[in-house]
Each structure stands twice: as structure tokens, then as C-alpha cells.
């Protein structure tokens, strides 16, 4: 393997100087997109310093793949892509818009779609990684980037495109009459796509607007909630660049920052109820599952209803294993002497079948913590 050196540097510095320029990086005013969590919303209209820094490199292959992809469907398909929107509560760029015959009739003829769309469509183009691929396949776009979309879309019925250089001629269109919402996920492993498609929902983009309006009432960004559990256990958080503004370090070095949320006993009779609620969740679905792979033991792979069925494993393989006689002979044959540190556990075992005291020594050691929850005994505190 040959390592990275002076001389063949990594390709990272030069990627992460380039994203750092680009405008939605150094951009300041809150962004569709920078509507994910609320408390992060906050901080970035707070104009806040981040203070952590975070690995970017999967995000930035994200941005290449997603801007070769709409390069090319502009190219090839002749897509409006990236156009801007905005008004004075939220601003970003929309991926595609795909415009009815009747909206791309009013554009000049170097701007109309080579297939208009049936109803116009604002389609929001997602990479994502085979890690998620199936909670994506499953249960499509999350809670945030519904949110995202619908800004966009919304921004889009209400003002149009926004009136700046490079898209006069559609902001004269004014506003535009958006019918269906559009993601369309891609799979960064193995490029496969899914679409999910809905048709506008108004009150969803009222509600999308609400949240924005909501963080911006905000005095100071730690009155906006934190939508995620925080690092170690989200990874949005993990990679989020105010994590130690938001979280802090916890109680004590080396506690989890969720320590931070009990300040007294009813947020610990609070966190044991939700414990215990949580034990029960897990214990019911271990119970559905056991039953239903039981069930499902004898069926065939195959699509039944929503789900595909396949099975993994299951086969006779041949495997290597250490022949143990045959290493002894072996040394035997070389005349070399077999290592004779002695078997401990062994040695134990034989001396307690004996009936013979083991030696004991103390020695201080410290256990791994777990945690008991049970229910208070009546007259206990
Ligand atoms: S650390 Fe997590 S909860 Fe806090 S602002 Fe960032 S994303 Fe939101």
C-alpha cells in the first residue's frame, strides 16, 4: 500500500478550501436547507461562530454526484435546475422545476423543458448512502426535507423565481402554479433511484413557513429546540458544527452531553418513566418478531404485500480451522519445544474438582456500568 506524502498530497484540503468558498458555505441568512433542526436554524440566523469542525468529505461527494446528475438532466433534458427563490423569511435554490406546456410556452424557446410536465413539479433530488437506502425505499423523504421542499414550493406560488441575473425571463413568469412535489432519491453505492411524488398540500406549506417564523421569534437560539438526541446518539448531531454551543460537555468528563438535560428529580423520574416505556416498546417488538420470523420460516423468497422476503445464510460451507494435533506434530517433526505457558483456566478447574482452595489475590478493577431500572417499592422515595 503507498501512503500519502508531500509529494502525492490528499485531495481533501483542496475540496474542503473549495466547498468553504462556495456561496451556500459562506452564506449567513437561513436557507431552506439549514432548516433540518431547529436549534441549528437558530444558531445560523444568530449569525453564531461554529464551534466544532466536522468531516464534510461524505457531503462534498454528495454535492459533486448531485450536481453532475443535474448538469446532466439540464443538458439532456433540458431541466430548469438550481433556480432561486426567495422572499424576506427564507431563501434557496430549487433542483429541478418542471413546468406544464402552458407556463413553458410563455418562456423564451432556449428555456422550455423538452418534455413539459402534465402539472408543474418541483422535484428536490436526494444522494444517499446504501446505509439508508432502505428507510429511504420505505419511508421516503424525512420530516426536514418535506419541510425543505415545501418552502420551496411554496416560495414558488406565492413570488414566482426570484428576480436576479440569469433568471429575468422566469421571474416575469410571477407565480407559478406548483401541483406535485418530486423527490427522487439516488443511491450513492450502487445508483439506483426511487421516486416518491405527492401533490401539493397548502396547509404543509403554511406549516413549513410557521417553523421558520417560530425560530425567528426567538431572542436567543438556546430557546429553539433541539430536534435531535445529540452526539453519540444522532448522527446529524455528530456532524453538526455548534454541537459543543448546543450540548456542552456533559456533567462530568467522559458523561454522555445528555447528562446536561436532568437538572433535578423530576427530569430523572422523567428519563426512568421514559426508560422504562422504551424497555416495553423494545421487549413487545422483540416478541412480534420472534413470532413472525417463526411464522415466515418455511416460505419461500419473494414480494409479499410491501415487503420482499430473501433469505441470508442457511448453507453448508466448508471453513479452516487450526488442526491442533497436527501443529503439535509438527513441532515434534522440527524438534522444536512446544510453548508451554500454562492453561490457566484449566489449572482452576482442576484444583476446584479437587476440592482444593484456589489462591485468591485482590486487585481493583472497575466494572462496566449498566443500568437497573425497577419499580419503586410503595413509602420509598
Ligand atoms: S447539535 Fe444537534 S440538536 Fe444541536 S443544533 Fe446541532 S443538530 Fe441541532
Redesign the pocket.
Known amino acids: 500500500m503507498t501512503t500519502l506524502t508531500t509529494k502525492t498530497p490528499s485531495l481533501w484540503p483542496a475540496a474542503h478550501e473549495a466547498d468553504a468558498r462556495r456561496s451556500r458555505s459562506r452564506q449567513r441568512q437561513l436557507g431552506a436547507s439549514d432548516t433540518?433542526?431547529e436549534?441549528?436554524a437558530a444558531?445560523i440566523l444568530d449569525e453564531s461562530e461554529p464551534t466544532d469542525d466536522s468531516d464534510k468529505r461524505a457531503a462534498i461527494l454528495g454535492t459533486y454526484l448531485h450536481e453532475g446528475l443535474l448538469t446532466a438532466a439540464k443538458r439532456e433534458y433540458g431541466w430548469l435546475i438550481e433556480t432561486a427563490v426567495g422572499d424576506d423569511l427564507i431563501r434557496g435554490h430549487i433542483d429541478a422545476v418542471h413546468l406544464d406546456a402552458a407556463t413553458a410556452r410563455r418562456l423564451p424557446k432556449r428555456l422550455r423543458p423538452k418534455q413539459p410536465a402534465d402539472v408543474v413539479t418541483v422535484e428536490d433530488v436526494k444522494t444517499k448512502s446504501l446505509f439508508v437506502w432502505d428507510r429511504v425505499v420505505r419511508y421516503g423523504a424525512t420530516e426536514a426535507e418535506i419541510r425543505q421542499v415545501y418552502l420551496y414550493a411554496g416560495l414558488l406560488r406565492s413570488v414566482g423565481f426570484e428576480d436576479r441575473w440569469g433568471q429575468r425571463p422566469l421571474s416575469r413568469l410571477g407565480p407559478i402554479d406548483v401541483q406535485r412535489i418530486r423527490f427522487r432519491f439516488v443511491c450513492r453505492d450502487n445508483g439506483e433511484e426511487h421516486i416518491q411524488e405527492f401533490a401539493y398540500d397548502e396547509a404543509e406549506a403554511q406549516r413549513a413557513r410557521w417553523w421558520v417564523e417560530l425560530v425567528r421569534s426567538y431572542e436567543h437560539p438556546e430557546q429553539a429546540e433541539?430536534?435531535?438526541d445529540?452526539?453519540g446518539l444522532?448522527a446529524?448531531?455528530d456532524y453538526?458544527v455548534?454541537?459543543t454551543r448546543?450540548?456542552g460537555h456533559g456533567v462530568r468528563p467522559g458523561a454522555p452531553v445528555q447528562t446536561i438535560l436532568i437538572h433535578d428529580d423530576a427530569d430523572r423520574a422523567q428519563a426512568l418513566a421514559e426508560y422504562v416505556h422504551g424497555h416495553e416498546l423494545e421487549t413487545q417488538g422483540k416478541k412480534f418478531k420472534r413470532l413472525a420470523r417463526a411464522k415466515l420460516d418455511a416460505s419461500a423468497p419473494g414480494v409479499y404485500g410491501d415487503n420482499e422476503l430473501k433469505w441470508q445464510g442457511g448453507r453448508d460451507v466448508t471453513d479452516e480451522e487450526v488442526d491442533r494435533a497436527a501443529v503439535i506434530n509438527r513441532f515434534r517433526e522440527l524438534g522444536v519445544d512446544l510453548p508451554t505457558e500454562p492453561d490457566l483456566d484449566r489449572a482452576v478447574a482442576l484444583l476446584q474438582e479437587a476440592g482444593i482452595a484456589v489462591p485468591m489475590r485482590t486487585v481493583r478493577r472497575t466494572t462496566a456500568r449498566s443500568i437497573k431500572v425497577s419499580p419503586a417499592r410503595t413509602g420509598t422515595t
Open positions: 433540518v433542526c436549534r441549528r444558531y433541539r430536534d435531535f445529540g452526539p444522532d446529524i448531531c453538526c455548534f454541537r448546543c450540548w
